[in-house]
């Protein structure tokens, strides 16, 4: 193969949907472009030349397997096929009272799938199984896979969280990483991805996007969660972009209550909107609904995209021209349930135009006022049977007509193997980004003379957080002295870092600010902050690294180095650990402009690694 002199085919290139000459312009292009076609030549991807995996699908002539099935249900069975309740894969035995809950809701209610959520790799394979072989007709599997499998289960491939494909900017690397998450996913039985997250995060104090978007550029984001579509469609897995019309630029966590976005209709149309439209362009199949205010489209009423005609059926589907699935954010959600009973969201989601009602507080419920609406008049019979022959051409299209199963012999052979492990070192690599270096204080020096401290600022009461990253210093730099200090933490872990910084040559500070659900709140406390201002002033080089939030140094400007791995994924944390020492280039760039720190999108110093 004269990959040399030739140029190569990449699939799936994002910018356009189609297939795009790649060009070999120089070795290291080669090096990442050579690895993609290792993946593939050894089967660890699959590149898709049949027909376009994609949302044509719901436009094409009835199906005679979906016809069939559709005809032989009760009304009882559609109401169950649009309800997806909630599941943990944790061990359970056959008569405990969640088994049992997931078991009348398969058997009984006849739901059409489940929404797994943290789990254990083999436990959500054997309950998967079991439930397929209780359902009548089988379940559609889905699951936050947003930056891959580890996202909800220890034991897969530890990719780097969302917007480190944004600082390396590489729609190729993004399309792969997809793909590899469709084939671990589908070998545990998911079918459906609740991503890619199509949210321009254009709010600083967001605090439940930041680090899962792609960035601040609506251009960026299209690209990005285009190329993610892609690679999990041709990977057969179903995509899903949300949360519509963009969650980016809000400052409540719709887990705790609604959020207003407080565009205009002009800055809608320009930024929220504009990766959506990209992305029903290149074929997502699905998308998912906010649970979020708009005034510029709902006035003052107050009414949540979620539950809005005027946003899913007059914007999304008439206007933008989707004709995909449409599903609801989860509806235990209390940007729904400090308003709406069960039933009540239940049936605004559908008349709004859903048609998969996600992880409601009382799926029993939710199911019953489906029925009740159409025995009362209030929802023809007809439009269930729009959603739900939906519902069963997704599921035709997954392969869940002629087999549901899961093979648990196969999912060593294709789960975290190393192939997939080396894209995710890579990747997270050359997302390292280094938006300060004063003195060119990195790379550091491994001087045995040279004392070094480490301080862990934590925004949580969790011992264990950035405990594999200090393990990680300190493998490297054996007598470095460190203090953890979490948001619980009382004054001798303060005292301590004092002391262990006053006592050293150089301080690296690591940051752990993470977005949680239902925390409501991003990055750490003010003490905390307090504490990390007088280690600045003690005037000695200090690294302050971000473990997620990349706008922590707006806070610290005067910090003599910053770098960002936007995560702390095992192989985002060795990564950071080897920019640090100079073991590997440096080649980030920034997705996102940081306020008070005078960064913008694009900045990034580059370095390359020490020679050995």
Known sequence: MMIFSKSVTIYGNAEVGN??????????????????ISLILTGCIKMNTSEIRDVKIYTQVKDDWVEQTLSKMTLEEKAGQMVFPNVNGIYMSDDSPEFKRIEYLVKEKKVGGLIFFVSDLYEQVVLTNKMQRLAKIPLLVAADFEHGITMRIEGATPFPNI?????????????????????EGRA???????????????NPNNPIINTRSFGESPELVARHSNAFLRGLQDGGMIATSKHFPGHGNTSIDSHLDLPVLKSNLDELESMELYPFKENIKTGVMSIMVGHL????????????????????????????GFNGLIVTDALNMHGITNYYSTA???IEAIKAGHDCILFPDNPVEAIDAIINAVKNGEITEERINYSVRKILLTKKWAGLDKERFIDIDKISSIVGIEKHLELAKLISRKSITLLKNENNLIPLSKNQLTKFAHIIVVDSR??????????????????????????NSGEVD????????LNSDVIIISVYSKVRAYQGTLGINDKQKELIKKIIGLKKPTILISHGNPYVIGEFPNVTAYINNYGDTKF?????????????????????SIPGANFKIGDGIKIKRVSK
């Open 19 to 36: 297939k795009t000459k790649v060009t070999l312009m120089n070795y290291k292009k080669f090096l990442v472009n050579a690895f993609l």
């Open 494 to 501: 303060y005292e301590s870092a004092i002391e262990n910084s």
């Open 163 to 183: 917007m480190a494909l944004g600082a390396v900017d590489d729609t190729n690397l993004t399309y792969t990483m997809a793909q590899i998450i469709a084939k």
């Open 462 to 487: 969790n011992d264990n957080d950035g405990e594999f990253f200090r393990r990680t210093l300190k493998s490297k730099i054996p007598d470095i002295n460190f203090t953890r200090v979490l948001m």
């Open 572 to 592: 985002s944390e060795l990564a950071v650990a080897e920019a640090l020492f100079g073991e590997i280039d440096i080649e980030g760039k920034s997705p996102v």
């Open 188 to 202: 545990l039985g998911v079918h459906q991805n609740y991503a890619p997250v199509a949210d321009v995060n254009n």
């Open 293 to 320: 205010a708009v005034p510029a489209i709902e006035g003052d009423t107050g009414i949540p995209a979620s539950l809005s005609k005027k946003i899913i059926t007059d914007l999304l589907k008439n206007q933008l």
């Open 344 to 346: 009540k969201a239940t």
